[in-house]
């Protein structure tokens, strides 16, 4: 008789590992709490699912997991981001990479994605289950059963934890797994978001609320000194700060309670100081007679240059050809270094993925085996353990499920 696996959580580390698990012979019961399975990678890359990343040397892949990123070597190494393509062409969903080599379905439907995995899981004989796990069944070092919220029992040989964190609540990442693994003496290291928008408590925030910035640098600093850079696009809101540079910034605060942070934007990366100073002197020329608010619309978003005059020092109404060198090399020094103080998260609800998880030194980085408990396993976002934004932790998850399937 083939032993009985329960996986529980049918995200995307859950219907892979069930699936692969089924593949390999096993009895496997799939537990999800929600209605429908995948509903978070339902919401992914904006409803499009950016499902892994084409970085194809594990190198790359580890630069890009900023916590415990030495702990996915082996999974990473199992289960590489082209295999990971290579499955969901097999399972008749086409692909295509884009910037960044994000790697997304042609139909650009997450939906497609998810009906894959869950095909995937099925046609292996996966028994899907509706419920919430909410307790274990133990003999000595060994789960015996898994005790749903509504007392159903079911007994196996070997669980996989693979419930998620804490982001995205309504999709049903709502911290479940943390309880089960620390039920069986699991250790759950702090849980915070990351890949999240960030507050600030600026006054000028409110003035550039909906202004989107494309192609700035922007530079995160923790306690005045420099700890992450990146390019691309970010979004000013009525908090504070998002877009897609902000939330690869996020996921390296880990002190926000007790550091000073703040980020330093570089609103015109391709030019240097002197090319910029040019420009601007350029600029001052052809508008010889014009305020200085009226001065800077061919250099900066409308939105913006009123923020720009008042920090700049210089008076709005001061004609351009009045302006000092001293005046001119500081403003060019503001664009250069438009700085934005960082005073908090936005709430783990909002965020994308969790920081924080089962402490990965009780994990067997080999096999996602626990080093407590004979018959336990984990994978996904459960574990401590993120990257940046890209299709990175959908990579993860993937890669750990594998192992998980492989090693039961």
Do not use: W
Not at 117 to 133: D, E, F, I, T, W
Not at 283 to 308: A, H, M
Not at 357 to 364: L, P, W, Y
Request: proline content about 4%; hydrophobic content about 40%.
């Amino acid at each position: 008789m083939s032993k009985k696996v329960v996986v529980i959580g049918a995200g995307a580390a859950g219907l892979l590992c069930s699936a692969k698990a089924a593949e390999r012979g096993f009895d496997v019961t799939l537990v999800e709490k929600m209605q429908r399975p995948g509903r978070k990678l339902m919401i992914t890359g904006k409803g499009r699912c950016n499902v892994t990343n084409a970085a194809f040397e594990l190198e790359d892949l580890i630069s890009n997991v900023p916590t415990n990123p030495r702990f996915l070597y082996s999974a990473f190494s199992s289960f590489m981001p082209y295999d990971t393509m290579a499955l969901f062409e097999e399972l008749g969903v086409p692909l295509k990479i884009e910037r960044g080599n994000r790697v997304f379905p042609v139909s650009d439907k997450a939906v497609d994605i998810v009906d894959a995995l869950v095909h995937y899981a099925k046609s292996n004989g996966v028994k899907l289950v509706n419920g919430r796990a909410a307790a274990f069944e133990r003999i000595e070092n060994r789960i015996t059963a898994v005790i749903l919220e509504d007392k159903t029992r079911i007994n196996c040989d070997s669980v996989v934890l693979c419930t998620g964190g804490r982001s995205y609540p309504l999709t049903g990442s709502t911290g479940d797994g943390y309880a089960l693994a620390r039920s069986v003496g699991h250790t759950v290291t702090k849980i915070k978001p990351s890949l999240v928008p960030l507050v600030s408590d600026d006054a000028f925030i409110p003035d550039l609320q909906g202004l989107s910035l494309k192609n700035i640098e922007l530079s995160l600093f923790e306690n005045g000194k420099k700890i992450y850079a990146d390019f691309g696009e970010m979004l000013f809101t009525h908090f504070g700060l998002s877009g897609p540079v902000v939330l690869s910034a996020s996921s390296h605060i880990r002190n926000m309670q007790d550091a000073n942070y703040y980020v330093s934007l570089d609103l015109k990366p391709a030019l240097d100081e002197k090319t910029l100073d040019n420009r601007l002197l350029r600029d001052f020329s052809e508008q010889i007679n014009k305020d200085f608010i009226n001065s800077l619309s061919k250099l900066l978003p409308k939105k913006i240059i009123p923020v720009i005059v008042l920090r700049s020092g210089i008076k709005p109404d001061e004609k351009v050809n009045q302006i000092t060198r001293e005046q001119r090399l500081g403003l060019v020094r503001l664009i250069k270094g438009f700085t934005v103080n960082i005073s908090g998260f936005r709430p783990v609800e909002e965020a994308i993925v969790t920081s924080g998880g089962v402490e990965v030194k009780e994990i067997d980085p080999k096999t996602m085996r626990s080093r407590l408990v004979e018959n336990l396993s984990f994978a996904g976002e459960i574990i401590d353990v993120d990257a940046y934004t890209g299709g990175f932790n959908l990579q993860i998850a993937f890669s750990t499920a594998s192992l998980a399937a492989e090693n039961l």
